[in-house]
């Protein structure tokens, strides 16, 4: 395949991790950054030291701090901001003619839910309220056991591309066609966007588990599978109640696969979190989920699992499901229960 011009709106680790293994296959990135040292270093060094320090870029990357600039004429878009920056991220690129025709392909790989009048909602119809309506059903959704580190080495990686318009998931598959990656296609979108923001509150919740297994007689490798399982099946009848379409997307890579490596790899963040928690006492500093969400830039790094915790609390709410770990999650980074009781409700249980 020719090599293609690619935009990436978020220089964050996953974005920089996929930019650089685009890269690695012959196409040209521009990337988007609001800090001026992510830029420069990107630029200068070849290095994004703030947020994938330790590698070394290519040099078909480059990057800018003018979002117009880098979404201009670019054959695909790659949109990498946070969930909660999405939409005011966007809304600054409307006027791009390639964007307001709707001639550039656009993927996008941010997790996560978006908060609304009328309650949470998913990453890409977020994105379709925002966007020209060209892009109606025809946005691809990027996803899969991918931690930006792999990628980045160019260690095999499995992903897919889920769309509601087929040959849109087949554009993106075959971008992603380079040495590392191994692209699928999928039409369920939802269930692939439930799986990549709920098993980010799976993962904070085995990050707790895990720390209190180096020094308890209760809990071992025996009660993170426990946990693991139970917390799958969570995602599960989360995803089928939001409209997810396909039972394999949660047995294949965006469910299991995405799940496991986040749960169990140690780049994850969110996992990192759980075990911060206890071993830090991390929460002491907020006073409740709320606040926690508010300050999130003082804890060092970016636990996607707590905000999602609070949305996914939400729906099960508002869709009267039951979700015993994810409730109890929320009402424990909610300072609601402690995490004596839990376990001991578990224990118990």
Known sequence: MSAKTVGVIGAGAWGTGLAQALARGGNTVTMWAMETDVVEGINNNHENTRFL??????????????????????????????????????????????????????GVLT?????????????????????????????????GPSHAEEVAMGKLTGLIAASENPKNA??????????????YSSLDVIGVQICAAAKNVVAVAFGILDAIAETSCDFGDNAKSLLFAAGLNEIQTLGFAMGATHAETFTSLSGVGDLDVTCRSQYGRNRRFGQDIVKTDLLSRFKNL???????????????????????HEISVH???????????????????????????????
């Open 170 to 183: 087949i554009r993106f598959r075959e971008l992603l066609n380079v040495k590392g990656l191994m692209v």
């Open 111 to 143: 997790k996560g839910f978006v908060p609304s009048a009328e309650g949470p909602k998913l990453i890409l119809e977020t994105l379709e309220s925002v966007l020209p309506r060209a892009y109606k059903k025809n946005l691809v959704y990027v996803a």
């Open 53 to 106: 320090p330790g590698f070394v870029l290519s040099d078909k990357i480059t990057a800018s701090q003018n979002i117009e600039e880098v979404a201009t004429d670019k054959e695909f878009l790659i949109l990498a901001s946070p969930s909660l920056f999405i939409a005011s991220t966007v809304a600054k690129i409307l006027e791009v003619p390639s964007i307001a025709n709707g001639s550039t392909c656009i």
């Open 290 to 312: 709320d606040d926690l969400i508010a300050r999130i830039n003082e804890v060092g790094y970016l636990p996607e699992g707590a905000v999602a915790c609070k949305y996914v």
């Open 319 to 349: 869709h009267g499901i039951k979700l015993t770990i994810c409730d109890s999650l929320y009402r424990f980074l909610n300072k609601e229960l402690s995490l004596e009781t839990i376990m001991s409700q578990l224990i118990a249980r």
